[in-house]
């Protein structure tokens, strides 16, 4: 399923404090925080997609880092 991002609506019209919902495609959009009942919007996001690739490491280079390989050519020049 996917997860969803809200964000609180204040008085003023100015974002609050975000929170993520793990919701069906089928369900309705929330329209108020769940604990606190303040009006909330959903949030667009960039979908996270599972490529099968390892994950990023912190260190080294590019996304990848240095433990895959794809920098050595780089690194010999």
């Known amino acids: 399923m996917p997860t969803y991002v809200y964000e609180t609506i204040r008085e003023d019209g100015a974002p609050g404090e975000r ?30 997609v599972n490529t099968g690739a390892p994950r990023a490491m912190s260190t080294g280079g590019g996304g990848c880092g240095t433990a895959c390989g794809c920098h050595s050519s780089m690194s010999k020049n």
Not at 21 to 41: A, F
């Open 19 to 48: 929170f993520e919902v793990t919701q069906k495609m089928s369900d309705p959009v929330i329209e108020k925080h769940p604990t606190t009942g303040e009006p909330v919007r959903r949030v667009l996001t960039a979908p996270m």
